[in-house]
């Protein structure tokens, strides 16, 4: 195995397990060279090691057959966790150039050799080609786009913003590999704001500050991400401002993003808010169902995993929150799959689920879910609530009951109370009788998913 496919394997550990557990327990870890068949890691120390084999030997072989079929062996040892620099490592697959180390640093001069060290390691899995538009990242992805094809600067800085886990980071990764393909020789620096801070503070204690300026001031590109970490902090944001001002005039490109727009950053100087709104501001909005579909599509696709419609219909309606907690479910129900041999099926999503559902899922009251139901069927809540027995509002009113019975944590009896004062003896039976249609009616069965996707909003 090569120190490429371990990147992956390290994305997708990272993605899975959350970003505390991957830096506690994988990314002290060091990739050792061998061959194709084996994966060799360092762990820094002895518990460490044990750790990792019992909580993550299996993930770990999961991800790494992914990549590279032919491994049938996993050693993990206990050494020296400096990486060592390699002569020649793989070449990241797809249309990902080759990176020193895979970060984002291209040939530089020797005044700003150091830059190599701040840059961030790039995914190769987060391209443009990768990345899928719907309406609400239009703008960001054609901007981004435009910057990396671009022979000169366009529009000074590309300033990108929105909620987590909407794809600012994936296009700031798309472009600096797109740039990296179309033009090694362009100097490209892509670190977070936090880092940038860290590297200012350690160059004044060091008293190193102009050799900082000169490093910086030397890039083609300086893409910086988060940059609302470097708020309320006054000397980073004093350096920023002058290194961003020093590049704009010497017509070098700048691209930044943030959780909001330039001038609702909190704690950020006027003058630095001013600065980052000069040239294009492109917003991420929050995910449509489309949009959700196609990422998950497209995710499916890229696992060679046959996942069910039904299924990543269900994921699409379910996770709304952000790209990362519904890329990160899909690769929770592939991987159960993978290791139990158990089908893909909307019910064993559930429960696999279960605890993002829950997180995700808004109320139900009963009154919501009534005035949905009642909607549904071309009546009113009146018209459910009231105790008349004809069919046309009868069976509606068993079809509520039974989705408060579903969807909601009430008792029978609360349940019954709510319609009309009735018996949870009612209630039971109104649940037994939809659930004995639905096991003969396939329709019945689907206005029923369709039904309860109307109430889960």
């Given at each position: ?204 204690r060091f008293k190193d500050t102009m050799a900082f300026k ?143 559902l829950r997180s995700q899922a808004k109320p139900i009251t ?92």
């Amino acid at each position: 195995m090569n120190q490429h496919q371990w990147h992956m394997v390290q994305e997708s550990l990272r993605h899975e397990l959350g970003q505390a557990a991957f830096d506690s327990w994988i990314r002290p870890i060091v990739f050792s060279p061998a061959d194709d068949h084996r994966l060799r890691l360092i762990a820094p120390t002895t518990l460490a090691r044990k750790w990792i084999e019992s909580h993550y030997t299996d993930r770990i072989r999961f991800f790494a057959r992914r990549v590279n079929p032919a491994l049938t062996d996993i050693t993990i040892d206990v050494g020296d966790t400096h990486p060592k620099p390699t002569a020649n490592d793989a070449k990241p697959a797809g249309n990902a150039a080759p990176l020193p180390s895979a970060s984002v640093v291209a040939t530089l001069p020797t005044a700003s050799a150091d830059l190599s060290r701040f840059s961030i390691q790039l995914d190769p899995r987060l391209t443009f080609e990768s990345f899928v538009v719907g309406k609400s990242n239009e703008l960001a992805f054609s901007a981004a786009r435009r910057i990396a094809d671009a022979d000169a600067v366009t529009f000074n800085p590309l300033f990108l913003y929105g909620g987590v886990g909407l794809g600012k980071t994936h296009l700031m990764h798309a472009i600096a590999w797109h740039i990296a393909e179309k033009t090694p020789q362009r100097r490209v620096v892509y670190l977070s704001a936090e880092k940038f801070m860290y590297e200012f503070v350690r160059a004044i204690r060091f008293k190193d500050t102009m050799a900082f300026k000169e490093m910086f001031r030397s890039v083609d590109v300086l893409m910086i991400d988060d940059v609302q970490f470097i708020s309320d902090k006054n000397s980073t944001q004093e350096e920023f401002f002058h290194t961003f001002n020093a590049l704009i005039d010497q017509n070098r490109q700048v691209i930044i993003s943030a959780d909001k727009s330039p001038s609702d950053l909190e704690g950020i100087h006027e003058r630095l808010k001013s600065r980052l709104a000069w040239g294009l501001v492109a917003d991420i909005h929050p995910t449509s169902y489309e949009l959700r579909l196609g990422i998950l599509q497209n995710k499916a696709a890229a696992l060679g995993m046959a996942i069910p419609q039904d299924v990543i219909a269900f994921l699409a309606e379910s996770i709304t929150s952000n790209v990362r907690e519904l890329e990160g479910a899909l690769n929770r129900i592939t991987a159960h799959a993978d290791i139990t041999a158990a089908p893909i099926t909307i019910e064993n999503t559930r429960i696999q689920l279960r605890d993002m559902l829950r997180s995700q899922a808004k109320p139900i009251t009963l009154e919501s879910l009534t005035k949905t139901v009642a909607a549904h069927y071309r009546l009113t809540l009146q018209d459910i609530l009231a105790s008349t027995r004809l069919r046309t509002i009868a069976r509606p009113r068993q079809v509520a009951m039974f989705m408060a019975k579903e969807l909601t944590p009430l008792s029978l009896p609360e349940i019954g109370k709510y319609y009309g004062g009735k018996d949870h003896t009612t209630v039971m039976y109104a649940v037994r009788k939809i659930r004995q249609i639905m096991d003969h009616d396939p329709d019945f069965a689907e206005d029923m998913q369709t039904l309860r996707q109307k109430i889960l909003g």
